[in-house]
């Protein structure tokens, strides 16, 4: 399929504000970790001590410890390529998204795209085949319960999931590579985004069966996915929706 490069973007009638916002905050958390992460968190020697305060860990939010996790483990990323994979997402996606929305509902609906993809993580971890579990405890040292969860990926996931539902017709550019040679492809949005969707249900469920935890949160990404499917009615302006449709039915109509 590729990496995502751009996309089709209809007139806005306002500026994209809180999507641009979002990534800038992603980006700016992650340097001042790296950098100086006592900014983020007292007395905090190195970016894993960031991680371990303000990551989302599943034993704590069930015992109702340390709840804002919730919140600030969606601005942290593991390294360079979890955040710039992340950000590039959300910068070709989420502003159309927005634009639908408008800023304020976009960023509640964000937010909420992101409560529902730690849901799903934490159902997952209740639901792993115990073996799987013991399996990574040994193998880690750590309980699976307290590996901080971080990541934008499972609210990013909920705007995928309502770009596919409301523009499936808009173009996604996309670039993959033939050893060396890049080779830029086209693709429908329904098409991309879907077998995105199914290669996270194929790994998400393969976790479940084989009881085999991969070190990504699948099933928060199915989860932040469905969440957004789910709640978008509450937050999409109709009468956007509905030129926003006229206009990508006409642009697709020129690949025709």
């Not at 983020?40 to 305060?53: F, H, K, P, Q, W």
């Not at 910068?91 to 409560?115: H, Q």
């Amino acid at each position: 399929m590729g990496i995502p490069v751009s996309d089709e973007n209809p007139p806005y009638e306002r500026r994209i504000i809180v999507n641009n916002i979002i990534i800038l905050v992603n980006i700016v958390v992650f340097i001042i970790g790296i950098t100086f992460p006592s900014l983020l968190v007292r007395d905090a020697l190195t970016y894993n001590d960031v991680i371990e305060t303000l990551g989302l860990k599943p034993a704590n939010i069930i015992a109702g410890i340390a709840l804002w996790t919730i919140l600030t483990s969606m601005f942290l990323h593991a390294g360079w390529m979890h955040l710039i994979g992340n950000m590039l997402y959300l910068y070709i996606f989420g502003d159309n998204v927005e634009g639908l929305m408008g800023p304020a509902r976009y960023l509640v609906f964000y937010i909420v795209s992101g409560l529902g993809a730690i849901l799903f993580h934490l159902f997952s971890l209740v639901f792993m085949p115990s073996n799987a579990l013991l399996n990574t405890q040994l193998s880690s040292g750590v309980n699976p319960w307290m590996i901080p969860a971080i990541g934008a990926s499972g609210a990013i996931s909920g705007v995928l999931g309502v770009y596919a539902l409301t523009m499936p017709m808009a173009r996604i550019r996309t670039v993959t590579f033939i050893g060396f040679i890049p080779l830029l492809l086209n693709f429908p949005a329904a098409v991309y985004i879907g077998i995105w969707f199914l290669y996270q249900l194929a790994l998400g469920i393969s976790s479940l069966m084989t009881a085999t935890m991969y070190g990504v949160a699948f099933w928060a990404h199915i989860g932040g996915f469905v969440t957004g499917i789910a709640v978008f009615p509450l937050f999409v302006d109709k009468n956007k929706l509905e030129r926003y449709r006229l206009w990508f039915a006409y642009a697709a109509s020129s690949y025709l």
